[in-house]
């Protein structure tokens, strides 16, 4: 018995003393999301992507806002948000102590600005999505010229591109294509 004690004694401590001591997480640990507004587009990718049904994003066409939420008390960390975001405005950190007193501070929030349609005026997408599109062409090599010729494009939404795109069925001749086509 006083073996077993000398050689307890010669090995030591072979736990960390956590929480009086920091604990070092490995590599590649995936803790609490990180969530930065400031390089956020309000694309989505993210919302689509969780399994958990942890971010959420809200549109609210009467005030042209996009509210993205995080809810950690949902959250599963399984890093699927970091995979899909564009622009890294979501990351996994390292931080896994999550305990908080009131459950109002496991939300993330962030509000953006819909653009709006330079045809129609309604809201259709997030102004800073509309600008990182505008700043990938330029990144791309297309001028700056180019692009701005091309911003009354990017602010029309989809209803009104279709509308656009339709063909007056006074200036088509079918019959013309079909007795073309006829003949050969």
Same mark, same amino acid.
């Given at each position: 018995m006083l073996k077993l004690f000398k050689t307890l004694l010669k090995v030591g401590d072979t736990t960390v003393k956590y929480p009086f001591k920091p604990l070092e997480v490995s590599h590649g640990f995936r803790g609490?999301?990180?969530? !930065?507004?400031g390089q956020c587009i309000a694309c989505?990718?993210?919302?689509?992507a969780c399994p958990a049904n942890a971010l959420t994003m809200e549109t609210d066409l009467a005030k042209g806002t996009r509210q993205w939420q995080l809810f950690l008390g949902r959250c599963i960390f399984c890093g699927r948000c970091e995979e899909v975001c564009p622009t890294r405005a979501i990351v996994l950190s390292q931080e896994f102590e999550l305990a908080v007193f009131n459950k109002a501070d496991l939300y993330q929030r962030a509000t953006f600005t819909l653009a709006h349609c330079q045809q129609c005026q309604q809201p259709f997408a997030p102004k800073k999505e509309? !600008?990182?599109v505008m700043a990938l062409l330029i990144h791309s090599g297309m001028s700056l010229d180019d692009v701005e010729q091309q911003r009354? @494009?990017?602010?029309?939404?989809?209803?009104c591109k279709r509308k656009q795109n339709i063909v007056s069925h006074h200036n088509v001749m079918l019959?013309? @294509?079909r007795n073309e086509g006829s003949n050969s």
């Open positions: 609490k999301p990180q969530y !930065d507004a989505g990718a993210c919302t689509m509309v !600008d990182y009354s @494009h990017f602010e029309t939404c989809p209803e019959n013309q @294509h």
